[in-house]
Structure formats: C-alpha cells, structure tokens
C-alpha cells in the first residue's frame, strides 16, 4: 500500500479515463458517421486491443461490422478473426451472450464486455476486449455503458433520420418499452444540448459509481457525485469545509490534511487512508486516491479524489492479525522448537522455544542464520539431509546436536513437512526440534548394559563348551608333543636323521602355530572389548564357529550339514559379536534335540544372498520346536525353555543383530519337526570400506563329521 505515494500508472490510466469520457460526451451530434471516433476514443482511453461494432445498415439493411484496434500497432487479429471468434464461442444468437467472458482469438486469450443495442426492429453488438484477466473494471465499465449508448443513439439517429417526427416518436417508444433508465435518458439529452467541448465536471462525476470528489488546481473541494452526498448527507457545500469538522475521524484528520497538503502542493498523486463518519454518525475506513487532471500543457485544471470503502477489508486485516497472534501465542507455547521455511529452504519463522534456548534473535536466526547453532560435526550432514528433504519433497528428519545458550550441545530429532497446495506443490516447510539427549544418554546406556549381557553369555558359552574348547587346543598339543618323541628319536639314531628331524620340526611349529591360532580365537571371542566394524566373511565367521562345537556334536550324536553359499557378499559387523550370535543359535539348537531319541538328529547351517542387499544365515533342526503362540516371547530377557538356561542368549543374539541394522526371527520348520532360526543383515556396498585380509571367501559345504 502506498500512503502519500505517487503512482503514474493509476494517474496516467485515470487521466485516460476521464479524458476519454470528456471527448466522447462532448461530441456535438451522436450519429453514425460519429462511431469510429467513438471507438478510437475507447482504444485509447481504456489501452484496449481492439473494439467490434456489429449492426444493420439502416438504408440497405445489410449487415455491418466495424473494428478499431490500437492505431501504430501491429494487428494480432483482424475482423474476420473476431467475427469469426465471437460466433463460435457466443454463438449467432446475440440474446444468449454472456455479460462478459474470456475467448481466445487466434490463440490468444482475450476477456471481452459485450453489450446488446436493441433499436425498434434490430439488435447490434458492442464489444470491448482486452488480454487483462480483469478487465473490465468497476470504472472502466462505466465508460463502456457511456460508448455504447453514443453508439446506439448514433444508430437510432441514423435510422430514424429521413422523417424527424416519426423518429421522436419512435425514440420515445423505445424509451418506454426497453426501459431506458432515467440517468440514461438524462445523459443522452444532455449529450444532445452539448454544443462546446468543455469538461461538464458534475456530469462526468455523477457517472462515476465509486464516491468522487472534484477539486479545484488548489486543493479545494468543488463538486461531488451523488455517492459522496448519500454516504455524508451533507450538502457540498458542508463538504467544502471538510479540514475544520469531523467528517474525518479526529484521529486521522492532522495526517490526512498533511498528506494531502504535500500531494496538492507537490502537483503529484497521494493516497492515504481515513475513517469518514457516515451519516448515521458511524465512522468507516477509506481508501483516499488524489490524481490531478492536466490540459495539454501540463497544467493542472483539476483534482480528482476517489474515495474506496476499506472497512471490509480493515476487517479482515485486523481479524487476520488477531489470528496471527494467537497462532504465534499457541506456537510459542508448544513444548518443543517449531520453525517454518520457505520452498527453497530459507527459514522465516522460529518461536521463541528455539531463540530462547539458542540465545539467537529472529534476525540472526532468520536464512541459514540458525546453522550457526548446529554442532560443527554435524553441519555438512543436516545440511546434505535438509537439502535431500526438498528435492524429494516429502517430509524427513535427521538427528543432530544444536548449542544452547550456554555454549552447551544437546542432540536433537529435527523433523520437516512440507505445505502443498492444490497442485501438490510445495508452498512452505514446517518443522519440529525435538529434544533427545536424554534418549541418546539412555541409548548409550542401553548399548552398555547390552555389552555386558552379551560378554557375560559369552562366558557362560565359555563354561558349557569346556570339553570342545579341550578337544581343539589338545588336538594340536598332542601334535606337538607326537612330533618331538619323534625328532629325539630320528635324533638318537646311527647316524641321526636330519631330514626326517627337520621334517618333524616343521610339523611342530605348526602345531604349535595352531594352538596359538586357536587360544587367539577363543581369547577374542570370549573378552569384554568393544565392537569393531570392518568387513566380515560370514562364511570364514561361520566355519570358526562351528569347529568349536563339533567335539560336542559328535557327543550328542548330532549329524551336522552345511550349505554355505559360493562367492556370498561381504557383511559390515563386528566379527566377535556376530560369531557369539551364530554360536547360540547352534548351542540351543543342539539343546533342543537332546532328548529326541525317535528320529535323526540333524542339524543344518546355511548361507545365502536374500533378496535385495541382505545377506541370510539360517540354523535348522530336527527337535521338538516351540509353541507357536510364545513365538515372540523367545526373545524376551530371561525367558527360557531349558531347565538351567538363563534366558539371556536369544535376548542378546536379537540386540546384537538390530545393532548391525538386521533382524533375527524363528520359524517352525514346514516339511518336518523341529525350527529354524534366522537373521539378515545387509550386504556391503561396493567401494563402502577395505576388506579384512584375514578373511577368506572360503564356502565349504557338506557333511563335516563325515569329512573329518
């Protein structure tokens, strides 16, 4: 809104306007050799792209089509185009046209007002069109009513031309039976008595619908039209002395009077709003425009005042302003940091939960200023994930740490929704900061406790797998001592056998070597250390497992098979924990075929790609399975079938598992007894990190206690 502001396009198309409006009622006889000028003066004043007059030649009664487009221009459209345009889209029957409607000429989208001229037996067609979407306005309407009575008096004239009386009479009957208005009959025998082109300035402001006061080049109030009279109720010259009474509110009087005085004494347009008292002593806002009136020298000969009723819209203003308030008032009171962006991600709004805790005002925070509270670290990551969020325009979160006032990280869960409007476009971003440090502290402890559990399964894994333990550190101790009687022996002979010595020495420190291998493994396996992730071989993972648990196998009978998949991807993971994982899953599978004594002990491992980037490994038997109702309870801490389980293995082996952003589930087997344990976990990505060297990509498979 401009307030005591110039606008030369509203002042040059007003002064167009009343321009226009002048030239045409001053014509001094309205006939038909007067309607191009009446339509080039329409061009001009209202900057149309053309105007079509359609009507019967009153001596040949032939049909007769006249066009008027702005003169130095070139013509997008001609008239047989418009003709032609108008008939299709409004069709032939003038009586069915609209009062205005938008049409495309040529391919070009025009709005045009239409206007029937009804005569004593014909009907001619008056449009005006131009490529504005609201055209035409309240004003602009308001000449158009004018240009086309000119046209039709022109016509009637014309018609009525060779015998005068008759003419009079028939224009008289017209008048009655069409029901001319009596503003209309006024002004056309107005028109008719003009005989000088002077401006006729209560004529010209009567026209006007909107309230419009006329003043002199000083400042002072003229004439006024009917509006303004009816609205005050005072007579003009009560309106004259509008500075020294209260027809303007007195808390706007002093402004308005100093706009006005700048506007008048500077020559220039001015606006302001006031509130004028109505006659039944209520007081409504206007909208005041002043533009002056210049002759051809420049000179100003008259002001013209429009006066607009705002009150409505004041309304709505101050409602809407009321509904901001309490939209901030209820933000602000949200427990949490609520902030609004726009599409390209400039942050407009924070409430003041987020100022606050970041000590920022709502300037600095305002753009990308609120980044200036992200934890170093994590700036180039919410940064990439803010910018993932708008380019896939669905709603995201991402996690990280804002400082507080106190120069204090916390982390936070930022979330972000995006506004569309019809169309499904992105009109706004709305977010939430949601604080959860204490979350992240529970979740760390959480992880600790886990790691504790998962040490102390190990160690009572360590306990129940003594005797397999034994068996594989004896198998190369006994090596060991089986080659040195043999190398004292070859030693002692006559003469010594140095190559077979040197032979049985080789086999000793290869013994040896694995004995150190094996105490390295179970060393590792069964300490406290935090995890490490690095590319893991499953396959090699699982082959070490299950050397430990064959000397118990073969105890219990335990026909065991493995079905390791060729070639299968690489896993991300820490090896111990994963090994502990696979390690339980095969203790309580031989756990749960210890009392079968009816059928085949049997025990399967297998490995494969899932579908997708996962990676499955699968432990299956042939015990007595489980209640299909408990299912999801075999996972619950101390929660266990077994007489002196503790109830912690599986508990742990899922928490392991979701760690490693997999998922370990069980099923009862389909094509016989007994159940199967799974879990997936993803595959590495190509180029994500190295490959451990220490693992092979061995896949052995078959029946192992055959094989050995």
């Known amino acids: 809104m401009l307030v005591n502001g110039e606008n030369p396009a509203d002042a040059e198309r007003f002064g167009r306007f009343v321009g226009g409006a002048t030239r045409i009622l001053a014509l001094r006889a309205a006939s038909l050799d007067d309607l191009p000028e009446v339509l080039d003066i329409l061009v001009d004043a209202l900057a149309l792209d053309f105007v079509y007059l359609r009507f019967k030649d009153p001596i040949s009664r032939e049909p007769v089509e006249m066009e008027r487009s702005p003169r130095g221009q070139h013509r997008a459209v001609g008239l047989q185009e418009i003709s032609r345009a108008l008939r299709d889209w409004l069709g032939a029957d003038l009586q069915r046209w609209h009062s205005n409607a938008r049409i495309a000429v040529n391919g070009i989208g025009i709005s045009i007002f239409p206007q029937r ?36 008096i022109g016509l009637q004239r014309s018609w009525l031309s060779s015998d005068r ?20 009959a006024e002004l056309r025998r107005m028109v008719q008595s003009q005989r000088l082109r002077e401006l006729d300035i209560q004529l010209v402001v009567d026209a006007i619908a909107t ?108 409602a809407l302003r009321a509904s901001e308030r309490n939209l901030r008032l209820i933000i602000s009171t949200i427990p949490g940091q609520v902030w609004s962006a726009r599409p390209d991600g400039w942050a407009d709004f924070f409430n003041q939960h987020f100022l606050n805790y970041a000590g920022l005002s709502s300037e600095q925070s305002e753009g990308w200023g609120w980044t200036d509270a992200v ?140 004995a150190s291998e094996i105490i390295v493994r179970l060393r590792s396996l069964f300490s406290g250390r935090a995890p490490v992730f690095r590319p893991i071989n499953l396959n090699a993972a699982t082959n070490e497992v299950v050397a430990l648990v064959l000397a118990r196998l073969r105890r219990d009978a335990i026909r065991l098979r493995t079905e390791l998949a060729e070639a299968l991807p690489l896993i991300m993971g820490d090896r111990v924990q994963l090994q502990q994982v696979i390690l339980n899953l095969l ?47 075999l996972f619950d801490a101390f929660h266990t079938t077994k007489g002196d389980g503790m109830g912690i293995g599986l508990s742990v082996s899922r928490s392991i598992i979701a760690n490693h952003h997999g998922r370990l589930w069980a099923e009862l087997n389909k094509d016989g007894p007994g159940a199967t344990f799974r879990f997936s976990i993803p595959r590495l990505t190509e180029g994500a990190a190295g490959i451990d060297g220490s693992d092979g990509n061995e896949a052995p498979g078959g029946d192992i206690l055959r094989n050995e």
């Not at 005006?128 to 609201?134: E, L």
């Not at 020294?244 to 808390?251: E, K, L």
């Not at 002093?254 to 302001?272: F, K, L, M, P």
């Not at 203790?587 to 996962?614: F, H, K």
């Open 211 to 318: 309230p419009t006061a006329i003043m002199t080049p000083a400042g002072e109030v003229e004439a006024v039209n009917q509006a303004v009279l009816e609205y005050f109720g005072l007579p003009v010259e009560e309106l004259k002395h509008w500075k020294t009474t209260d027809v303007v509110h007195p808390a706007d009087l002093d402004h308005t009077i100093e706009v006005w005085r700048r506007g008048v004494g500077a020559g220039q347009s001015y606006e302001v709003e006031s509130r004028h008292r109505r006659s039944d002593g209520i007081y409504r806002w206007f909208h005041v425009k002043g533009f002056p009136l210049r002759d051809s020298q420049g000179r100003i000969v008259r002001w013209c005042v429009l006066q607009i009723d705002i009150e409505d819209r004041k309304r709505a203003e101050e």
């Open 165 to 184: 009386k008759r003419a009079a009479d028939i224009v008289d009957q017209k008048a009655a039976n069409f029901e001319l208005s009596k503003e209309i």
């Open 587 to 633: 203790q309580n599978a031989a756990d749960a075929m210890s009392a079968i004594d009816d059928r085949p002990r049997e025990l399967v491992i297998e490995t494969e790609r899932g579908e997708g980037n996962w990676v499955r490994l699968s432990v299956r038997d042939s015990g007595a399975g489980f209640d299909p109702d408990a299912m999801e309870r």
């Open 375 to 514: 934890h170093p670290e994590d700036r180039s990551g919410l940064n990439e994930a803010w910018r993932s969020i708008r380019a896939a325009r669905q709603a995201g979160e991402k996690e990280a740490r804002l400082r507080r006032f106190d120069g204090t990280y916390r982390w936070f869960l930022l979330r972000a929704n995006p506004l569309r409007d019809e169309a499904g476009a992105v009109i706004k971003w709305f977010g939430v900061n949601t604080d959860i440090e204490d979350r992240k502290r529970a979740e760390e402890e959480l992880r600790d406790t886990q790691g504790k559990l998962a040490h102390m399964a190990r160690v009572i894994t360590m306990g129940e797998l003594t005797a397999s333990i034994a068996h594989e550190v004896n198998q190369p101790l006994s090596g060991i001592l089986t080659n040195a009687n043999t190398c004292l022996r070859m030693l002692a002979a006559d003469p010594p056998n140095i190559a077979g010595a040197r032979e049985t020495v080789r086999r000793t420190i290869r013994d040896g070597n694995r």
């Open 117 to 152: 001229l009804t005569m004593q037996d014909d009907t001619a067609v008056f449009v005006a069109a131009s490529r504005r979407m609201n055209f035409p306005e309240e004003t602009e309407s308001l000449l158009l009513h004018v240009a086309a009575n000119q046209a039709l």
